[in-house]
T-cell receptor, first 112, second 117 residues
Framework: DVKVTQSSRYLVKRTGEKVFLECVQDMDHENMFWYRQDPGLGLRLIYFSYDVKMKEKGDIPEGYSVSREKKERFSLILESASTNQTSMYLC???????????FGPGTRLLVL | DQQVKQNSPSLSVQEGRISILNCDYTNSMFDYFLWYKKYPAEGPTFLISISSIKDKNEDGRFTVFLNKSAKHLSLHIVPSQPGDSAVYFCAASVQWRGGGGADGLTFGKGTHLIIQP
């Protein structure tokens, strides 16, 4: 079974703080993704990566950056958290050539 | 502009009956479609998918139908069970053709399915 884990289930941060969200997958998947889910908006793609040190912007990259130093790990960074970044953050991974993505349990981030 | 639309925010179905969830898309480049199920406070789990070369795919109680000319797909759940109560997301992509990485999926806003006893 594919396992995607996220470092925290719940996080509370202050406006202006730097926030790191970590994601690890154990199935040797090449592709990794970060989405955010907001009520009434579905899932929106923030960034994705198809190889170590490679990254591509998704639909809503503003205010975020990512890091992929190892194949199994993909980090989402909020350089200076703002209240409009309060959301559920979901990490996913997939094999190259496969469309099916496997999701982690999510991190619910509250920025005060 | 929303490329994947799920126009019903919620759907209530009696246990044992058929649940039909609908999804429309506008981007004619999409050629692979997936359905995910999501419980509160959990990540989405993959349910079933269909490639545009097919018009139907079945997996147990779940069947997905694709009408390319109408840019419409639907998920049928028969019979509906209480554990099916969840939010269902339709997602679409342009299949990876090689030479690079996959793009992310484009999701609809979801339909909250409620199965009533």
């Amino acid at each position: 079974d594919v396992k995607v884990t996220q470092s925290s289930r719940y996080l509370v941060k202050r406006t202006g703080e730097k926030v790191f969200l970590e994601c690890v997958q154990d199935m040797d998947h090449e592709n990794m993704f970060w989405y955010r889910q907001d009520p009434g908006l579905g899932l929106r793609l923030i960034y994705f990566s198809y190889d170590v040190k490679m990254k591509e912007k998704g639909d809503i990259p503003e205010g975020y950056s990512v890091s992929r130093e190892k194949k199994e790990r993909f980090s989402l960074i909020l350089e200076s958290a703002s209240t409009n970044q309060t959301s559920m953050y979901l990490c996913a991974s997939s094999l190259v050539g496969e469309e099916t993505q496997y999701f982690g349990p999510g991190t619910r981030l509250l920025v005060l | 502009d929303q490329q994947v639309k799920q126009n019903s925010p919620s759907l209530s179905v009696q246990e044992g009956r058929i649940s039909i969830l609908n999804c429309d898309y506008t981007n004619s480049m999409f050629d692979y479609f997936l359905w995910y199920k999501k419980y509160p406070a959990e990540g989405p789990t993959f349910l079933i998918s269909i490639s545009s070369i097919k018009d139907k795919n079945e997996d147990g109680r779940f069947t997905v139908f694709l009408n390319k000319s109408a840019k419409h797909l639907s998920l049928h759940i028969v019979p509906s069970q209480p554990g099916d109560s969840a939010v269902y997301f339709c997602a679409a992509s342009v299949q990876w053709r090689g030479g690079g990485g996959a793009d992310g999926l484009t999701f609809g806003k979801g339909t909250h399915l409620i199965i009533q006893p």
